[in-house]
């Protein structure tokens, strides 16, 4: 059996006939080819899915990141705390903008930024916090929040890979200053290509990301361009296939937990060698990350599994502070949060899973790892 990590196909399968109308409509215009009735009706219906007041539809995810910062004022110099292991988009952002760096360590069950060590790490610049939702689970954010409010700092969500995610019942999206979402196409709620955008509380806020998006052009005087800025509008044609998926993406949160569950419950004969991250109760599972005991086994177990024709990814192999793009004098970064992130660099594996997997291939993939760990 082969088994993808990304079924691209079936993915795109159910969405294509949506896709073509849309396409048709756009092209004897029926609605603008930019910022049009798509864009519109995404901004309202992603909005009111997550409890948000506003919802700014934009290009892709980085810039989501980096205009959410620049909304907020932050400026060269300034002090940004991030997690030590997340995906490098969290880091160039605040970087891009000339700030300096502070990776937290994260929790060990879950990856997720350690909000108990913020008092540890902040410094007199520390200007924002930015929580990142990793593989579908939620921050601690009433812990973030209530450390942010009492030391007058920002909360910029990424929240990329959190779809969905739900924290009592209250959707991510909803907690901090902005809260900034990915659509790229791997993601629960993915676009044909590239998309991304914020959701926000503050009017104000939402405001100025919709006049900055667009060149910085006023809303009320489009004559005008008020912020110096570039063009980071979203594509109708991302937008109206996002429309379509919304509509599943609770039953897509629904079978990637199932999934989830399953990989536990016959994974536990080889817990020893390779256990899953934790998964919360309302947690929306974006990647199943395993965590290998013995690091030095992974290259030997990735081409066991590719043998056995199933695909395993890692996310992420090279930890952010390593990058070759990153000027070490950015970071305030010290031995702590360096040495683990290092670490789980070097132990994790990300096994297949999605809504469009099968029952059979995810039981496939598990007797195959039990397999490896029980006859080497």
């Not at 019942?169 to 993915?190: A, E, H, M, R």
């Not at 110096?228 to 937008?239: T, Y």
């Amino acid at each position: 059996m082969n088994v993808s990590f990304f079924k691209q196909t079936t993915v795109n399968k159910k969405y294509i006939n949506a896709l073509k109308r849309a396409v048709d409509n756009i092209a004897q215009g029926e609605t603008s080819m930019v910022s049009g009735s798509y864009t519109r009706n995404f901004e309202l219906k992603f909005s009111e899915y997550l409890g948000s007041k506003n919802f700014v539809f934009l290009s892709n995810g980085l810039d989501s990141l980096t205009l959410a910062l620049k909304s907020l004022g932050l400026r060269a110099g300034d002090h940004v705390i991030v997690p030590s292991h997340t995906y490098i988009a969290t880091w160039i952002a605040p970087l891009l903008l000339g700030c300096r760096l502070i990776p937290v360590p994260v929790r060990d069950d879950n990856f997720l930024l350690d909000a108990s060590l913020l008092k540890e790490y902040c410094t007199s610049k520390t200007k924002c916090i930015m929580p990142v939702h990793l593989y579908g689970n939620a921050c601690d954010m009433q812990q973030i929040t209530e450390f942010a409010i009492a030391n007058n700092i920002y909360v910029v969500e990424d929240a990329a890979q959190a779809h969905g995610v739900s924290i009592n019942k209250k959707k991510i999206g909803t907690y901090g200053d902005i809260t900034c979402f990915s659509f790229y196409p791997t993601k629960n709620l993915g676009a044909f290509g590239e998309a991304g955008g914020v959701s926000t509380n503050n009017d104000d806020l939402a405001r100025r990301i919709s006049s900055m998006r667009s060149y910085g052009r006023s809303l009320t005087e489009p004559s005008k361009n008020i912020y110096l800025s570039g063009n980071f509008r979203g594509d109708e044609i991302q937008a109206a296939l996002l429309i379509e998926k919304l509509n599943d993406l609770e039953l897509i949160s629904k079978k990637r937990r199932e999934f989830i569950d399953l990989y536990a419950s016959l994974l536990s004969p080889v817990g020893d060698h390779i256990s899953l991250i934790s998964y919360q109760e309302e947690s929306a599972p974006h990647l199943a990350i395993g965590i290998l005991s013995d690091p030095s086994r992974r290259n030997s177990f990735i081409d066991f599994m590719r043998n056995r024709g199933i695909q395993i990814g890692i996310h992420y192999k090279e930890p952010c502070h390593s990058q070759p793009c990153i000027d070490q004098s950015s970071l305030i970064i010290d031995h702590t949060a360096a040495s683990q992130a290092s670490e789980i660099a070097d132990q994790i594996v990300s096994l297949p899973m999605s809504e469009c997997h099968t029952y059979d291939e995810i039981v496939y993939t598990a007797e195959s790892i039990c397999l490896f760990f029980t006859s080497s």
